[in-house]
């Protein structure tokens, strides 16, 4: 017996749970948490990086950019992929390919070694991410059980990036930062060996091809915006890397669009994207991502210039935002059965705003405990509460293309951390810029100065989204997820 919702059929409570998902569970999570902390572990270590292997500025940037490009511009592809040749195989490829890269990095002994190894990591990290979700909606198909799961995987993935901040300082003040890299192999190990106990094997499917020319115009037009607004910051907006590459991406992906809409078997069906509920879901999580940047980058800069934190304790101050997301996801949970998802992704924009704007008000001699912690933690609230119900609403209901479908989410958020890192970098430059121009004051005040209107302005900006995904998730496209 079924259920509907909207134009999709769920399964109802009838069906037989498979005894060993919660085993599958801890897997995936384990494999996703791999993936996550790597965005940001490196990004302490990297004076660390720059020193041991003689590397100049603008290569110390490229050991961050160059993973973005590999994993936000492959996960669409890794999504079908995984769709095509089954969740469990290509999980266990993506975790091996992922653990040999990262052997290969920590054993780097220049700078082309080391990025080649952040790129494959990149690579074989858009194979696992949306293997993790397809294995995720196909496992806990009921509506008892999936809130809590993706709750769980919430958890592990909005956290990855605190804990990678907190881990990557460890590591590199008490060990060194190659063991930034090789922290992966053990966490590889322990994924894949509860992917071959618990993950049960799908047959591939038959009788289908991967949309060569999708793929191919998908994967450029994502890198060239990832590259474009990686380059906006440091060379400018008006540079013709930037623009040239901003350009292309669009146009690139303006050809994709065509290509999906004429394809017999496309790489990602239109309706999955034009689903209300899945178009707010991923609209709202590239505004997340946004809200994010701000948060991490400008208090990370605020812990260790202004109030003088060594790397492990600006790390270990990134905790309340995954004790934030946490209960966060606690809240959120047993919501999704029930409310319309409108109510509840608009709340948990609204909060991360609320945390931005309070960043808009820190100051020079503004302490951690009343200025800094209560950012953290309304980031980390907001973040849990969108994060879950984005994940499950952009799988629900997608059939063999969930695994892409689920790639989405993760390819908003890498485009949403792009664009906030270019953007707001860009705002807090030229706003302490004209602020030390006119007041005469110190870098340190004029810097701050300029992270109080990029905090404000993406706290302006979580509103319009927030506004936004209410109407795109509108009545036709709000619907509980499951009954």
């Given at each position: 017996?079924?259920?509907?919702?909207?134009?999709?059929?769920?399964?109802?409570?009838?069906?037989?749970?498979?005894?060993?998902?919660?085993?599958?569970?801890?897997?995936?999570?384990?494999?996703?948490?791999?993936?996550?902390?790597?965005?940001?572990?490196?990004?302490?270590?990297?004076?660390?990086?720059?020193?041991?292997?003689?590397?100049?500025?603008?290569?110390?940037?490229?050991?961050?950019?160059?993973?973005?490009?590999?994993?936000?511009?492959?996960?669409?592809?890794?999504?079908r992929l995984s769709d095509l040749f089954g969740r469990r195989r290509t999980l266990l490829v993506g975790l091996t390919g992922f653990a040999l890269a990262s052997a290969l990095g920590g054993a780097a002994g220049g700078p082309a070694m080391l990025l080649t190894a952040r790129a494959l990591q990149g690579v074989f990290g858009a194979l696992v991410t949306p293997a993790v979700l397809g294995t995720l909606a196909v496992t806990f198909p009921l509506p008892a059980e999936r809130g809590k799961a993706f709750g769980i995987y919430g958890t592990v993935m909005g956290s990855s990036s605190g804990l990678g901040v907190a881990l990557g300082g460890v590591l590199t003040d008490y060990l060194d930062w190659r063991w930034c890299m090789y922290v992966n192999l053990p966490l590889a190990v322990?994924?894949?060996?509860?992917?071959?106990?618990?993950?049960?094997?799908?047959?591939?499917?038959?009788?289908?091809?991967?949309?060569?020319?999708?793929?191919?115009?998908?994967?450029?037009?994502?890198?060239?915006?990832?590259?474009?607004?990686?380059?906006?910051?440091?060379?400018?907006?008006?540079?013709?890397?930037?623009?040239?590459?901003?350009?292309?991406?669009?146009?690139?992906?303006?050809?994709?669009?065509?290509?999906?809409?004429?394809?017999?078997?496309?790489?990602?069906?239109?309706?999955?994207?034009?689903?209300?509920?899945?178009?707010?879901?991923?609209?709202?999580?590239?505004?997340?991502?946004?809200?994010?940047?701000?948060?991490?980058?400008?208090?990370?800069?605020?812990?260790?210039?202004?109030?003088?934190?060594?790397?492990?304790?600006?790390?270990?101050?990134?905790?309340?935002?995954?004790?934030?997301?946490?209960?966060?996801?606690?809240?959120?949970?047993?919501?999704?059965?029930?409310?319309?998802?409108?109510?509840?992704?608009?709340?948990?924009?609204?909060?991360?705003?609320?945390?931005?704007?309070?960043?808009?008000?820190?100051?020079?001699?503004?302490?951690?405990?009343?200025?800094?912690?209560?950012?953290?933690?309304?980031?980390?609230?907001?973040?849990?509460?969108?994060?879950?119900?984005?994940?499950?609403?952009?799988?629900?209901?997608?059939?063999?293309?969930?695994?892409?479908?689920?790639?989405?989410?993760?390819?908003?958020?890498?485009?949403?951390?792009?664009?906030?890192?270019?953007?707001?970098?860009?705002?807090?430059?030229?706003?302490?810029?004209?602020?030390?121009?006119?007041?005469?004051?110190?870098?340190?005040?004029?810097?701050?100065?300029?992270?109080?209107?990029?905090?404000?302005?993406?706290?302006?900006?979580?509103?319009?989204?927030?506004?936004?995904?209410?109407?795109?998730?509108?009545?036709?496209?709000?619907?509980?997820?499951?009954?």
């Amino acid at each position: 017996m079924t259920t509907s919702v909207g134009s999709h059929r769920l399964p109802s409570d009838s069906v037989i749970p498979d005894p060993r998902r919660w085993w599958a569970l801890s897997a995936v999570a384990t494999a996703q948490l791999l993936i996550g902390l790597d965005g940001t572990i490196m990004n302490i270590a990297l004076p660390s990086v720059q020193k041991s292997l003689d590397m100049s500025d603008p290569a110390r940037q490229w050991v961050i950019t160059i993973f973005a490009l590999g994993y936000g511009g492959l996960l669409l592809l890794g999504g079908r992929l995984s769709d095509l040749f089954g969740r469990r195989r290509t999980l266990l490829v993506g975790l091996t390919g992922f653990a040999l890269a990262s052997a290969l990095g920590g054993a780097a002994g220049g700078p082309a070694m080391l990025l080649t190894a952040r790129a494959l990591q990149g690579v074989f990290g858009a194979l696992v991410t949306p293997a993790v979700l397809g294995t995720l909606a196909v496992t806990f198909p009921l509506p008892a059980e999936r809130g809590k799961a993706f709750g769980i995987y919430g958890t592990v993935m909005g956290s990855s990036s605190g804990l990678g901040v907190a881990l990557g300082g460890v590591l590199t003040d008490y060990l060194d930062w190659r063991w930034c890299m090789y922290v992966n192999l053990p966490l590889a190990v322990v994924a894949g060996a509860g992917v071959l106990y618990a993950v049960r094997p799908a047959p591939p499917a038959t009788r289908v091809r991967v949309d060569v020319s999708g793929a191919l115009l998908a994967t450029a037009g994502l890198m060239a915006l990832v590259f474009g607004f990686a380059r906006a910051e440091p060379d400018g907006w008006n540079a013709p890397t930037t623009v040239g590459a901003l350009t292309g991406g669009v146009l690139l992906l303006g050809a994709f669009v065509w290509v999906q809409h004429r394809s017999a078997g496309p790489l990602l069906p239109l309706r999955v994207v034009l689903d209300r509920r899945r178009g707010g879901s991923y609209l709202a999580v590239l505004s997340l991502a946004i809200g994010m940047f701000a948060a991490q980058f400008f208090l990370t800069f605020h812990l260790q210039n202004v109030l003088g934190y060594s790397p492990v304790m600006a790390g270990l101050a990134f905790l309340p935002m995954t004790a934030g997301l946490m209960l966060g996801v606690r809240l959120v949970s047993p919501l999704m059965a029930r409310a319309p998802v409108r109510l509840l992704l608009v709340p948990g924009l609204l909060t991360i705003a609320a945390g931005l704007a309070l960043l808009g008000l820190v100051r020079v001699d503004s302490g951690y405990w009343l200025h800094a912690l209560p950012v953290f933690a309304l980031v980390g609230l907001g973040t849990g509460w969108v994060l879950v119900t984005a994940n499950s609403t952009a799988t629900l209901g997608a059939g063999p293309y969930t695994a892409v479908a689920g790639a989405m989410v993760q390819t908003s958020q890498q485009i949403g951390g792009s664009l906030g890192t270019a953007l707001l970098s860009t705002i807090a430059g030229t706003s302490a810029a004209a602020y030390l121009r006119a007041h005469h004051l110190s870098a340190a005040g004029a810097t701050v100065h300029g992270f109080n209107v990029a905090g404000l302005g993406a706290a302006g900006f979580l509103c319009l989204a927030a506004v936004a995904v209410f109407l795109i998730t509108g009545p036709s496209g709000s619907r509980r997820q499951e009954r």
